[in-house]
C-alpha cells in the first residue's frame, strides 16, 4: 500500500505540478486578457460607447472638424479653386451656338445670320456665375453647340469644372450636356467652323489647343465635375477657351448650361 | 498512518481531480475571454481608439460620406424636391391678400379696392425664390391672409414646403405664419370670397382641392419645413393652389412670407 | 517512507490548497476579464465594428445630427446672430473712404473733393448683404480706409463680423484687410478727420465709442470672423458705426471689403 501510496503520492505530485504550470500559463494569460479586455474596455468608452458621455464627445468632435472643413470648401465656390472663368471677375461669353429662346423670339435665334453674331444677353451671368435656381442656364439650340469665354486673364490651364443643376430638382435632365470638349486659345478663338467646315485647312493656331474631351454625367449625386486637363498642357497659355459638346441626355430640342469654371496658374 | 495516508492520498486525489476539472474549464473560460478581449481590442482600434490612426481614418470616411451627402441635399434646394413653385421654371404669384407697403403706400395697399386687384411687383421672386437675405419676403397685411400660385405645370400634388428665415438671425419672428392651409386648383382660383363670404353658396369646383391644414413652427431649428399631404390627392390635378394661414407669431401688423415650394408628380 | 509520504502528503496538500487558492482568484479574475470583455465586445461592435450595421447605423445618426446642426446654422448666416448691419434690413453704407475705381474713373475717385461726399453707389448692395461671387466687394483706395454704416436700428453691441472671400478662390488675397477698428456712435459719425486732423481737438461724442481693434486673418480656413467687443460696451447705444482698417495684406493699389454684420441687442 504505502510502495502503491507512494507511487500515488509521486503521480500526484507529477500531476500537481503540471497542474501548476497550468495555472501559472493560466495567470499569464488571465492577466493578459484581463489587460486587453480593460484597453478594450477602455478604448470603447471613450471613443464610441453609445451611452458615454466622453466617447459621444471625442465623436462629435472628429464629426465637428470634417464638417467645419466640408463646409468651408463648400463655401469656396465647392471647388476651393479660383475661377478664372467668373463673370464677376471679368470673364465674358463672346461667342456660342444659336440660343434657344421661347416662342416667336427662337425662330429668330436660329435663322443662320445670327449664327456667329448675336449674343445671349444675359449668357455671362447665366454661365459663369454660381447657379441660382432651376431654370437659370443658357439654352442653345439642339443637342449639340458650344461657347467661346475670354477669361479674366492669361492662364495655365490645369483643370476645368461644369456644374448642372442636381438631376433631383431638374424640371427636364435631359437637357444636360452629356460630353464636353475644351478647346484653348490665345486670343479670341476663329468663328465656329461649324459641322461642314473642312477644319484640315485651317492653320493649328486657328485651331486652338485640344485640353481634352470628358463625359459628364448628370445623373451623379455630384453634379459639380472638375475634370483635370493632361499635365501636358500645364506650359501652354490661354486666356479663352470654346466649351464645345456633341451630345445631351436625350432632349430633341435644346441642351441647357448652367455653369462653367475654368482652373489654372496665372501666366 | 498508511490508511490515513491512503485517505488522505485519495482525497488529495479527489481534489485534484476537482482543481484538474476547474482548470480545464478556466482554460475554456480564458481562452473565450481571450478571444472576446482580442477582438475587443482589435475593434476598438479599428474603429475608434482616439489616438488610432486607422480608427480615425475610418471614422472620417464615415462622416465624409454623410457630409458629402447631406451637402449634396442642401445644394438640392434643400429638399431633394423639383419645386413646381418656382419662379425661374416659371411659375407665379396671381393674387394675394393686401399687401403691407411701407409708410404712407401701406395705406393705400389696405384701401379694399385694392383687395384683390394689386399684386406686389416683387411677390414671385420674393415668395417663389431661394431666401435670401432677411427681410426679403411678401409682406401681407395682418395676421392672416393668402397668396394664389399659378404652377409651373399642372401636376399631381403630393407636398409643400414653407421656409421662413431662421428665428435665430430674424429681426422679428412674430411675423411668421403659424398655420398654413393649401387648396389646389385646375385652373386659376375663383376670388378669394373674405372673411365674411359665404362658401356653402359655392360650387366645389370654385372651392378647390382641400390639400390640407398644417402647422408651421417658426421657432424649429429646422425651418424649411416640408408638409406630406394626403395620398387620396395624389390622382387630383391642379395647376394653382391657394396658401393661407389664420395665424401668426404674435405680430399685429402684418405677416412675411419668405419661401413656398410645391411638390408632385407631372401630369 | 510512510512518514515521509506523510510529509509528501502534507506538503501536497498545502500546496494543493495552495493551487486552489489561485484557482479561486483565477475565477475571479477570468469571471471578471469575461464581463469586460463581453462589455468591450458588445460596445464595440455596437458603436464602431467596421463593418457591423448597427455600430454604422449608430455613428450615422451622430453625424447626422451633426451635420444637421452644422447646416442650419449655416444657412443662418453662418453666424446664427442678427446682423443689424444688413442692406436688406435697411442698414446702409452713409459715407466711406475713396472708392478705388477702374481705368480713368479711379483718378477721379482719388481726388480730394470727393473725399467724403461720394458714396459708391453699390456700396451698400456690396458690403452688407451676403457675398455672392469673388470680385464683388467694395474697393477703397490704398491700403487703409473707412466705412460708416447707419444700422438698421438703435443697438446695444456685442459683436461684428467681417468676411472674406475665401484665400483659396480669391483672384488677389493681398487686397484683404488685415486689421479692423470698430467705433460706435449715436446718430451720424461726423466727418472722417483723416490722418492729419488733431483728434484731441474733437469732443469725447465726436470721436465716438472705441468698441475695439482686431486682426482678421485672410489665410485662415474660416474666413468668417466673429469678434467680440468687451462687455463695458454692453449698455452703451450705438446706431451707426464705422469700420476702419490700417493695413492690408499687400496690395498697393487698394484693399477690397466684402461683408460687414454688426450684431448686439435691441436697445
Chains 1, 2, 3 share one sequence.
Not at 500531476?15 to 484581463?34: D, I, N, P, T, Y
Amino acid at each position: 500500500m504505502c510502495s502503491t501510496q507512494a507511487g500515488t503520492s509521486a503521480s500526484l505530485e507529477a500531476e500537481l505540478a503540471h497542474v501548476q504550470a497550468e495555472l501559472a500559463q493560466l495567470r499569464l494569460a488571465a492577466a493578459s486578457s484581463a489587460t486587453a479586455a480593460a484597453a478594450a474596455a477602455d478604448a470603447a468608452p471613450a471613443a464610441c460607447e453609445p451611452a458615454g458621455a466622453a466617447g459621444r464627445q471625442l465623436l462629435q468632435q472628429v464629426v465637428r472638424e470634417e464638417v467645419s472643413e466640408a463646409l468651408e470648401l463648400f463655401a469656396a465656390d465647392r471647388t476651393g479653386l479660383p475661377d478664372y472663368a467668373l463673370a464677376a471677375g471679368g470673364a465674358e461669353v463672346v461667342a456660342h451656338s444659336p440660343a434657344h429662346l421661347p416662342s416667336s423670339a427662337s425662330l429668330l435665334a436660329t435663322l443662320p445670320r445670327l449664327h456667329s453674331g448675336v449674343v445671349h444677353p444675359q449668357a455671362s451671368k447665366l454661365l459663369l456665375a454660381p447657379i441660382s435656381q432651376p431654370g437659370l442656364c443658357l439654352p442653345l439650340v439642339g443637342a449639340a453647340g458650344w461657347v467661346d469665354v475670354r477669361l479674366t486673364r492669361r492662364i495655365h490651364p490645369t483643370a476645368f469644372t461644369y456644374e448642372h443643376i442636381p438631376a433631383a430638382i431638374a424640371f427636364d435632365i435631359r437637357s444636360a450636356p452629356r460630353n464636353l470638349v475644351l478647346t484653348g486659345f490665345l486670343g479670341p478663338p476663329p468663328p465656329h467652323p461649324g459641322p461642314a467646315a473642312n477644319s484640315s485647312a485651317e492653320g493649328a493656331e486657328a485651331l486652338g489647343v485640344p485640353l481634352g474631351s470628358f463625359s459628364y454625367d448628370a445623373h451623379s449625386r455630384h453634379p459639380v465635375q472638375t475634370f483635370q486637363l493632361g499635365p501636358e498642357w500645364r506650359q501652354v497659355e490661354v486666356d479663352h477657351v470654346r466649351l464645345a459638346f456633341a451630345a445631351n441626355n436625350g432632349h430633341p430640342g435644346y441642351t441647357c448650361l448652367y455653369r462653367f469654371r475654368m482652373h489654372g496658374t496665372p501666366a
